[in-house]
Each structure stands twice: as C-alpha cells, then as structure tokens.
C-alpha cells in the first residue's frame, strides 16, 4: 500500500488534471456571465496548450464573442449571424466542430479568419441538448487535436454549463428580489394614499349628514364605491380602465335593471389610475344624488350618459354629459351644496383641468363635464 | 390672528378638498387649490406671493420641484405632503414633511409657521 502526501510532487499528466480541477473550482465560484467568460479563456487556453480561446454566448439568432484569451486579436466584443459562423454552427447542432485547417474547408467563413492567426480550430457547444454558449479554441497552424483535448474540452464545457446555469438562476433570484422590493414600496404608497382618501371621505361625510345612522350609511356607500373602484384597477394591473367599464360597474350596485334605466354611449375613452378613481366616486355621487332625489327614486325614471371627443381643437376637448329624466320635477338647485356636488364641481374637474355644470332642470338634473384629453385621460387604443 | 392665504398643489381631488377643509377650518384661506405643476406656477407668476404652501411631492408623474423652487425664491415657506417615505428631495431635505394620511396637528403647527413668517 502507498501513501501520498496531498501535496506529493504530481506528473505531467497529472499537473492537467489539477488545472482542470482548478477550473472548475474556480467556476463554480462565479455569478455572472462575464465572470464565467472570464475563468474559461485563460484556463482552458492553458489546459488546452492553445494559441487561443474565445467564449462565445448565444444572444438570440447571434453569436456574441463575449471575451478570449490569445496570441493576437480574435473577435471579442462581436456579433455574428448564428448560421454565419462556427460557434454558431456548434450552438445549433449542439455537436463540436473540429477542423484541423481551416483554409482546406470551405464551412468556415475564411474572410472574418483572415486577419488573424488561426489555422485550426474546434469548438464545444456548452450544454449540447440546448446549448447556451460555445467555447473555441484555435492553433496558429493546422493540426489535428489529439483524443486528449477534445476529452478536456468536453469536460471544461459541461463545467462551464453547470456554471452558467447557477449563474443565471442567481440573476434572476436578484431580478425578481429586486421587482418583489419594488412592488413593497409602491404598494405602500398606494395603501397610504388610499387611507388619505379614506381619511377625506370620512371628513367630508361627517360635515354633511346630520346624524350618526345617516353617517354610516352614507360613509358605508360611499367605502364601497372606492373598494369597487380599486377592484377594477387590480383587474388592469393598475393599468387604465374605460370610462364605459367604470360606469358599468358603478350603475350594476344600484340598479338590478341597469339596462333598462340607463342608456350609454361614446367612444372608448381610458383615464390613469388615480383618476379612474375620482371618476368612480363622481359616478357614485351622481348615482346617489338620482336615487334619493333624481330620477332613480321613481320607477320610471332613467339616465343618458354619453360623451363625445372633438379632436379638430387642440388639445382634443371631452364633453360627458348626465341626464336624467323621468323622475320628480324639480324645483331648482338644493339649498345646501353637500359633498356629492362639491365632488362634481372640484373633483373630477379639477382633475382633469376641465369645468363641471350641474343645470337643475325640471325636468331633471343635467350635468356637464368639458375637459382636455391629457395623460390622465387619452382616447383608448 | 391674521388669516393666512395658503396655497395647494394636490393631485388627488379628494386629498385636496380634505385639505382645503382643514385649512379652513384653522382661519386660513385657501387662495389656490392646483391639480396640476404648470397651473400652480401660472398661478404664482400672476398673483401676490402667498403666505404658505401645502405641496404634494408627485403630481401626476410630475414632481412639485419647480414649484417649491418659486416659492423659495420669493421667501414663502412651504411643506410637503406625501405617501412616499423615501422620495428624492434634491435641495429640499430640509423642508418638513407631513406623512399621508394627513396629521391635522402636524397641519396646524406648520399653518402656525406660516403665520409666524
């Protein structure tokens, strides 16, 4: 039996063995492509007894010379058509390519070669059943490698694979840590302004109604409206909802026969998320208003709404209006201006940099909202 | 007690009627409540300087900056009021910041600042 010390002198053989060993050491501590990009040339160039090595990833329907490690200057920083190059030919078959001189084999592109040094050549795909990246490796003269290269290159491939693959799994825990933080911060930003509106509704409300019980329901109506509101904005992502969803959703928690009682039409207009808010409780307010004393506190009462863009005046100019007929006469303007019309008049319109007019016709309330397209409100794709 | 006129640059309506509410019920008055950045500066190039500022920091997208830059040119003081703890205030960081939802004591020592300027 033999005993060897674990730092007992090595062989030749042996000694290419180690820096393999070490390569893959040396791998598998990196975290990022170019990292990677990095240990491959230099040792494989030196296991490998090269004149040369490049690493080479795959970037769509490229070759991208990502970095090497050679006598002279070979193609770093590069880009090539997959179908036009070597690497390339060994990403796409996922086999390696050998071509021991490069002048006698008309696959190989002799003009991108031609100012440099190589002769001979092969490239390892790295990961053949879907390869990712290439590694080349050149000689300054034509030569068939020997068994014992290519076996060495194979493995410095698979090590590379394995590497690249815990690389890319570390960017993209990075990635979505970063999106997840991202998303912490927004959310309470929007839970707080949230609460700031909450905190307005309850002051508002608070100063218009005259006892406790008519607090609460009106505060509890006016709570839903604003849960409806963000239940549609978490349906677009946060994106931009249409004026025609907004008032459907609206008119669906007041009247059973929505279809019946309202009539809508325009063209598909979008707001941004904060406004999509103001126009939610808008809406709920004009509702209220119609069911306590409009026309949807009688049974044959109903609303138009409908709008339209004139886009010949810049910038393009909205006209939304709300009519309601069918209900009791009126007999003017009410004494008191409470919330509802105070939302109409500095809400939405403030919003929008528009003007809001509510007529007290006899026939029915008559509310107008003028207003310029913007980024909060745009006409819909 | 003199009535301090105080501006309001605020995007979300119901935010800004709330606090239009609280200054007035703390004897101010509210001289300009704004949705936008471009109408509160229109505002403040036409009109003598107010005596205080209540500033959302993001409206819309855009940031009050140019607004709190006017302000400070013409010496009225100001503070900010917003849901973002950790917004970039460059030149600003020493400008107090009323956290949203919105401390009505918080409001009424600043208006008392404004009184005091």
Redesign the interface.
Known sequence: MQELDANHSIGEAEAGLTTLIELIESLSATRTIEEVADVVRSAARRILKADGVAFVMRDKEQCWYVNEDAIGPLWKGKRFPMDQCVAGRAMMTGRVVVCPDIYADSDVPHDAYRPTFVKSLVVAPVRPRDPLAAIGVYWARPQDPSPEVLQKLQVIARATASALESGRLNDYLAASLEHGHFLLRELDHRVKNTLAIVQSLTRQTLRTTPSPDAFAEVFESRILALSHAHELLTRHAWGRPQLEEILRRALTTFSDDAAARFAISGPAVAFNAETAVSVHMTIHELLANAARHGALSTPGGHVAIDWNVDETTVPALLTLTWREQGGPSLAGPPSRRGFGSKMVHQGLARDLGGQAVLDFQPTGLVFTLRAPLSERMGLAA | MKTARVIIVE????????VE??LGDMGCEVAG?F??VE?ALAWLSDHPPPDGAVLDVNI??EMVFPVAERLRERGVPFVFAT????LPRAGFESVEVL????NAGALRMAVERFRAA
């Open positions: 995007d979300e309506a119901l935010v800004a009627m709330m509410d609280m409540s949705g936008a109408t819309g997208g849901g973002y703890g950790d956290a949203k939802p919105i």
